[in-house]
């Protein structure tokens, strides 16, 4: 059973651009989570989504940042204009049911330039 | 927002010694999960706890639940080369999902 898949591994952008990062949850995961980590610091919780649905956007910076988890294919999380301060290593989780245990993927390091 | 806190920040220990690393919160949480994380990787489940009060056993690595619902403590004994990295404690509360993390734990192990 593959685990929790992230891509791209490194993403590279300019001041102003737009990054789309990917998660593929485990086989029989419907429940996805996004946190961020910034150097030397613990993860920050971001978004919970379960198919097509957002049930806890409560770490959501309000602008730029948007999540999704359609019914078919990755969840996806974007950040519209990016800025140095995106610079992070951004982790997906999944989880089969509600109130299970949240397998992490390998992460996507941002680099802001 | 909420913050567990964790420590020592770092420790740099012999190899073959025993490790004790702790988290503390100012609120009450009803799971606590130790995670190891290493160098370009993702978090790692080592142990969860559901209980308050309960401990629980996982190779060389021991984990309780504080009694208050607010700490846990994590030990490792004997520890060996492979035991390097940053290890995270986290908790839920209530029926939320997401899961508050502590700042880490590096451990550095002279062989």
């Known amino acids: 059973n593959a685990g929790v898949m992230q891509n791209p591994r490194h993403l590279v952008r300019r001041r102003g651009q737009e990054a789309r990062l990917r998660c593929s949850p485990m086989k029989g995961h419907s429940h996805v989570y996004w946190y961020r980590q910034l150097p030397e610091e613990g993860l920050k919780f971001m978004v919970y989504l379960q198919k097509e649905n957002i049930i806890d956007e409560s770490g959501m910076p309000k602008e730029r940042f948007s999540a999704e988890f359609p019914k078919e294919g990755p969840s996806i999380l974007r950040i519209q204009q990016v800025v140095r301060g995106d610079s992070a290593a951004y982790f997906c989780?999944?989880?089969?049911?509600?109130?299970?245990?949240?397998?992490f993927g390998p992460g996507t390091r941002l680099l802001v330039l | 927002g909420q913050q567990l806190n964790q420590s020592p920040q770092s420790m740099f220990i012999q190899e073959g010694e025993d490790v004790s690393m702790n988290c503390t919160s100012s609120s009450i949480f009803n799971t606590w999960l130790w995670y190891k994380q290493d160098p370009g990787e993702g978090p790692v489940l080592l142990i969860a706890?559901?209980?308050?009060?309960e401990l629980t056993s996982n190779g060389r690595l021991t984990a309780q639940f504080g009694i208050t619902r607010k700490d846990s403590f994590l030990n490792i004994s004997a520890s060996i080369p492979s035991d390097v990295g940053i290890y995270f404690c986290a908790g839920q509360q209530g029926g939320a999902q997401k899961l508050v993390f502590g700042q880490g734990t590096r451990l550095t192990i002279n062989p």
């Open positions: 706890l559901y209980k308050a009060g």
């Open positions: 989780a999944s989880s089969p049911n509600y109130q299970e245990t949240q397998y």
